[in-house]
């Protein structure tokens, strides 16, 4: 049986969020099997939960967040990505803020966590999505869709028409039957422009924002002085969140995602489509490891320790 996962150990860390610019702590927890990702915000008294849901998704500006009734999480998406690139089913995750920490603008740092807590077999049958027709949202020049397909796969394609990107890669192909999420896409960071910070601050936004936790261009360079860590980490990064905002469904997918242009908020779209559309998609479960498609029966390259 292809089983559930879940940490061995809590673990704890601290950082900035990237738009609030506060500081957090973190705790990723063990969790029973069937609980899925809950978000728990620790400084409200009681504390309240929040489950990925893909109606449950606020804010997708520059991110993606959770909402119940007032409370939110934001900035949640490459966490997500992380437990999704490791196989975790079940964690909670204790946060003492509205937003998740950036780190260092990857999901490299979570891997670690994840990593030295450690990750451990459930005795229960983890659950995919399989999609069974293609579902398709567009918003002028952008697009995503799913299609059916035996493993995951992502192709991405970005069009910023700024020369530091366009002499990079634009568009990326992942297909985890063959590459590694952790050696291949983790530790591709977030980007902004100079240019932008000053609305988006008045605005509320990458108050926390930092050549520590993002690549940051002018009008014509990338000004890290360590520069890239991919040739195509702009559109890796983007693969990266789309990881992140599709595992909101709560269960791996079983699909090809293909997108355009596409942000968060098309990838929620995207989700919402498909769960809105009973015929498109279906449970599916292994009842031995070896009959799982390439790639996902060890979910990725991640050997359990």
Not at 93 to 99: C, G, H, N, R
Not at 133 to 141: A, I, L, Q
Not at 175 to 204: H, L, P
Request: hydrophobic share 45%; net charge negative; charged share 25%.
């Amino acid at each position: 049986m292809l089983k559930q996962r879940t940490l061995k150990s809590l673990i704890r860390a601290t950082g900035v969020g990237l738009h609030s610019g506060v500081k957090v702590n973190l705790v990723l927890r063990p969790a029973a099997p069937h609980t899925g990702v809950v978000f728990r915000r620790v400084d409200l008294d009681p504390p309240v939960d929040l489950v990925t849901d893909p109606n449950a998704v606020v804010d997708t500006r520059l991110c993606s967040g959770l909402a119940r009734g007032d409370v939110k999480v934001a900035t949640i998406e490459h966490l997500m990505s992380a437990l999704a690139g490791l196989g975790v089913d079940n964690v909670y995750v204790d946060v003492d803020a509205p937003e998740i920490p950036i780190l260092d603008g990857s999901a490299g740092p979570f891997v670690f966590l994840l990593q030295s807590a450690g990750i451990e077999e459930q005795n229960a049958p983890k659950k995919f999505v399989r999609v069974k027709k293609r579902v398709e949202v567009r918003e002028g020049d952008k697009w995503a869709r799913l299609d059916p397909y035996d493993g995951f796969r992502l192709d991405f394609s970005i069009e910023f028409n700024h020369p530091a990107i366009d002499r990079t890669g634009t568009s990326v192909s992942v297909d985890f039957a063959s590459q590694s999420y952790i050696k291949e896409v983790a530790r591709a960071r977030t980007f902004g422009f100079v240019q932008e910070v000053e609305y988006m601050r008045a605005n509320g936004l990458a108050l926390g924002g930092s050549l520590d936790n993002a690549i940051v261009m002018d009008e014509y360079r990338v000004l890290n002085a360590d520069g890239l860590r991919f040739a195509d980490e702009f559109a890796k990064h983007k693969v990266l969140d789309a990881i992140g905002d599709l595992y909101i469904v709560g269960h791996p997918l079983l699909a090809a995602f293909s997108a355009h242009k596409s942000g968060h908020a098309l990838n929620n779209e995207l989700l919402r489509a498909m769960l809105a559309d009973a015929n498109s998609w279906e449970f599916a479960t292994f009842e031995q490891a070896e009959s799982a498609p390439p790639g996902v029966a060890g979910l990725f390259d991640l050997q359990l320790a």
